[in-house]
């Protein structure tokens, strides 16, 4: 059963790098899926980070994208969000999320599913 | 970016009741929408995705309709189980995006 886990810092400094990992047991990262981050904030609801497939291909939010950057590492079935200058904006919990595809009568459709448990990063000095 | 609207923020019910909960979209989405649960220190899990296809696992009691710009997650005979967050995501186009949630209370 394909679940994930992330792993951060906990707390990191407005002059440092924020960097999240999730790790990917019960299946292969290789498998046809996107691989999503997406935090909580208390200001800001859900948003959605972005994504990257296997093959390094990647979609970001625009609001994040000019400090974005992500990653696969295949020999140890997991990916990576790094986010740089990071403020008391970037506080939140950060859930990575696998996004599949799924065919109905209607026709076909993604979904989110499964999601890790989320992980808290705040950004303070 | 697509906005999505989700009312109510909050509510309460009791149990057996039949609640709703909607999400309105900026632009058309087709039925592009899935809707989720959240509880405390838990992952976020799937109810129904393209807006009115039950999850495998999820039990008949949630419904989702709807489609274009109005979504509507309805669960009927509330459980006490069901204390939770709720939130709708458009998966229309990128980037995607979420409602503001509904917590509902029991």
């Known amino acids: 059963q394909l679940q994930l886990e992330e792993s951060g810092p906990g707390l990191v400094k407005p002059s440092g790098t924020l960097s999240v990992t999730c790790a990917v047991t019960g299946d292969s990262i290789n498998r046809t899926y996107w691989w999503n981050w997406i935090r909580q904030s208390p200001g800001m609801g859900l948003e959605w980070i972005g994504d990257?497939?296997?093959?390094?291909?990647?979609n970001y939010n625009p609001s994040l994208r000019s400090r974005l950057s992500m990653s696969v590492d295949k020999s140890r079935n997991h990916f990576s969000l790094t986010l740089t200058s990071p403020t008391a904006a970037d506080t939140a919990i950060y859930y990575c999320?696998?996004?599949?595809?799924?065919?109905?009568?209607?026709?076909?459709?993604?979904?989110?599913?499964?999601w890790g448990r989320g992980t808290l990063v705040t950004v303070s000095s | 970016a697509i906005q999505m609207t989700q009312s109510p923020s909050s509510l309460s019910a009791s149990v057996g009741d039949r609640i709703t909960v909607t999400c309105r979209a900026s632009?058309?989405?087709?039925?592009?929408l899935g809707w989720y649960q959240q509880k405390p220190q838990k992952a976020p899990q799937l109810l129904i995705f393209?807006?009115?296809t039950l999850q495998t696992g999820v039990p008949s009691r949630f419904i989702g309709s709807g489609s274009g710009t109005e979504f509507t997650l309805t669960i009927t005979s509330l459980q006490a189980d069901d204390s939770a967050i709720y939130f709708c995501l458009q998966t229309y186009n990128y980037p995607w995006t979420f409602g503001q949630g509904t917590k509902v209370e029991i």
């Open positions: 999320a696998t996004r599949g595809i799924s065919a109905t009568r209607g026709g076909h459709y993604w979904r989110f599913d499964p």
């Open positions: 393209a807006a009115s």
């Open positions: 632009q058309g989405i087709g039925n592009d």
């Open positions: 990257i497939y296997h093959d390094g291909r990647t």
